[in-house]
């Protein structure tokens, strides 16, 4: 029992890691993940110093090189990557998901540890949305807390990452559910957080959480050994929900911070009452349905089931799909406009959003640079150029495109690599550590499909719990699932030491320089008003700390702006496009700056490459236009524009 449990710390704290982040606004700041990137590689060298003897197969070993050179690969970007800053940040974030895979793929566990710690996972993650849910219904104006344009955005403060974090524990419990040897209150209790978790899901509306989900119910089935009674966990699911549907809508159509209260506490009442319903179902079915017969295993039964199931597809189809050429001419003539279009009461009906633009610039840039792409994270600035709306992503909102885009054919090559060998541990024998493989597969495949159309990989909650799983999945059972390959490894403290002391301490440092960077950043965000002195030192401490970014430049002009001290503004801005030429922002407001101090030729002339670098940018005009009638510009009425842009952007 006690080694069972031992073997589990890995996972313990990765996960543990996961649901940190995810309480953290999704750990999107480096100060938040950073840390736990360094966690993360201690965990990693505390297991290679263990020098325990750990057996892998052949597959585990070919998906951690190809997640490694995928690494790698995007450090090298860095040297071609017109902006550096945002390069290493990439890089060093793709190094977090390697390090949590390494752990977990190389460190074996037992299948009920596996188990006990998906289990956990998953309730954590039921606590986090109790804690949402509470404040929804108690604070003075749920749509400024935990709602965004009315959908459920918290605790990852972005909706379609909350949906996939929480879908993704709702997926693996459906998944264990299957696994009769965990006993009846266990399996009950799977299928009551399968529940429980995927009414939060819904309650973010996310489209693509709803449409990539037919697709993981594919999956589900697949590795199911026992596909009818793993309809069973799958139709309790929809049956104890549907009731709860209702109360679950009147949160995205509530009105006022009275009424959006009172719909978050009746959201609570019926996702906590929908649980409980089905854990006692689940308890009462699962053990009963497993001393039946192995239906599935009749072919006259698998014909009747098949039939009856393509007769349900094609009248739902047909009811649904009535002129199909017109829905679909609609549907693609809608995504192309980016226009959002709620359906009823519900914003899963449309197709609208900005994506197919930034998909079509994304892959412009893999046209331009197709072998080795123009650098991790180093897609604003060809998206600001050549955009047709008027968003400004940082991110291509899309994997595939991200990483051809950014990282060009090798960098494909190299993440598909590691998804083929990757997702093989959830195939294989029926086997107890099989099924926990599956129950950690399914949730990261739906991870993958949802990335394939969000930002969800730069978003560290959400990607260091994808990898965790599959790193799960090929650790569980000591890596003996599939006989195709396994061989005997030794992990000794002396070679760990000896073959990777140089590269452990390079990733150290290359983790650490911009963690510290970022905390004297945020020292200086705080102290400023009150001791000016003392930001100055740690925005300077900073910009030393990590020599690519511009960021404690951008932040000092921003300080001196608000201080109006033009002189050191300008001083400021002029450091920051040294690092960063690229950057429209950094030139607006050095053009500013420039008018202030009387130089209105050098003025005009940053404002016109602000222009250049982003010509859908209406306050760039603005300013190009004062600054070419001789004005001065008041920085603070440009400061209020963009707040007020802002606000509109945000606004339901």
Not at 338 to 344: D, F, K, Q, S
Request: hydrophobic share 55%; proline share 6%; aromatic share 8%.
């Amino acid at each position: 029992m006690l080694v069972g449990a031992a073997s589990a710390l890995p996972a313990l704290v990765t996960f543990s890691l996961c649901l940190a982040l995810a309480s953290r606004q999704g750990g999107i700041e480096p100060t938040a993940w950073l840390p736990a990137a360094l966690l993360q590689l201690a965990v990693l060298v505390a297991l290679a110093v263990a020098g325990r003897r750990v057996v892998v197969t052949r597959g585990t070993l070919l998906a951690l090189g190809a997640l490694a050179g995928l690494t790698a690969w995007t450090y090298l970007s860095i040297l071609w990557a017109d902006v550096r800053g945002p390069a290493w940040d990439g890089a060093n974030l793709t190094a977090f998901y390697l390090l949590a895979f390494a752990a977990l793929a190389l460190w074996p566990v037992r299948p009920r540890a596996a188990a006990a710690v998906l289990t956990m996972f998953a309730t954590g993650l039921v606590v986090l949305a109790a804690v949402v849910l509470r404040e929804g219904s108690v604070a003075n104006d749920p749509a400024a807390s935990v709602l965004y344009a009315q959908r459920l955005a918290e605790p990852l403060g972005y909706p379609n990452a909350t949906a996939v974090v929480f879908g993704m524990g709702a997926w693996g419990m459906l998944a264990l559910s299957l696994q009769s040897w965990l006993g009846r209150w266990w399996r009950a209790l799977t299928v009551g957080l399968a529940v429980a978790l995927a009414q939060v899901d819904f309650l973010a509306q996310s489209r693509g959480a709803i449409y990539t989900a037919p697709v993981v119910l594919i999956v589900y089935f697949l590795l199911a050994r026992r596909r009818v009674r793993a309809a069973v966990p799958v139709l309790i699911l929809a049956l104890v929900s549907a009731p709860a549907v209702p109360r679950l809508l009147d949160v995205y159509n509530s009105d006022g911070a009275a009424e959006q209260r009172d719909a978050f506490a009746g959201a609570a009442v019926a996702i906590a009452a929908s649980g409980v319903v089905a854990a006692i179902a689940a308890g009462l079915l699962l053990p009963w349905l497993d001393r039946l017969p192995d239906l599935a295993a009749n072919r006259r039964f698998q014909l009747r089931v098949a039939g009856l199931g393509a007769g349900l597809v094609v009248a739902v189809l047909a009811l649904a799909l009535a002129s199909p050429v017109a829905r679909a001419d609609r549907a693609w003539e809608q995504f192309k406009a980016g226009a959002e279009e709620p359906v009823g009461s519900s914003r899963l009906g449309g197709l609208g959003s900005g994506r197919y633009d930034m998909w079509r610039v994304g892959l412009s840039e893999f046209q331009r640079q197709p072998v080795h792409g123009i650098g991790a994270d180093n897609f604003a600035v060809p998206y600001l150029q050549d955009r047709r709306s008027g968003e400004q992503p940082e991110y291509p909102h899309s994997l595939i495109v991200k990483t051809l885009a950014q990282l060009g054919v090798v960098g494909a090559l190299l993440l598909a690599a590691f998804l083929a060998f990757g997702l093989r541990p959830g195939f294989g024998a029926d086997t107890p550590a099989r099924g926990v493989g599956a129950a950690a597969t399914v949730p990261f495949v739906a991870w993958l499909l949802h990335a394939t159309v969000d930002w969800l990989w730069e978003i560290p909650a959400a990607g260091l719990t994808a990898f965790a799983l599959i790193g799960l999945a090929a650790g569980v059972g000591g890596g003996t699932i599939g006989a195709a390959a396994v061989g005997r490894r030794r992990y000794r403290p002396a070679v760990a030491l000896g073959a990777g002391a140089f590269l452990t301490l390079a990733l150290a440092a290359t983790l650490i320089f911009p963690w510290l960077s970022a905390k004297y950043e945020a020292r200086a965000a705080d102290s400023w008003v009150t001791q000016p002195a003392v930001a100055d030192a740690a925005l300077e401490r900073a910009a030393q700390l990590n020599p690519l970014s511009d960021s404690p430049f951008l932040v000092r002009g921003a300080i001196a702006s608000r201080r109006r001290e033009f002189p050191l503004m300008r001083a400021s801005f002029e450091r920051a496009l040294e690092r960063h030429p690229l950057n429209w922002y950094a030139h607006l407001e050095l053009a500013i700056a420039l008018s202030q101090t009387s130089d209105s030729a050098a003025a005009l002339e940053h404002a016109d490459r602000a222009v250049a670098l982003n010509p859908r940018e209406p306050i760039v005009r603005r300013v190009q236009g004062a600054l070419a009638s001789g004005k001065r510009v008041n920085p603070a009425s440009v400061d209020a524009l963009f707040l007020e842009q802002l606000a509109t952007l945000n606004a339901p």
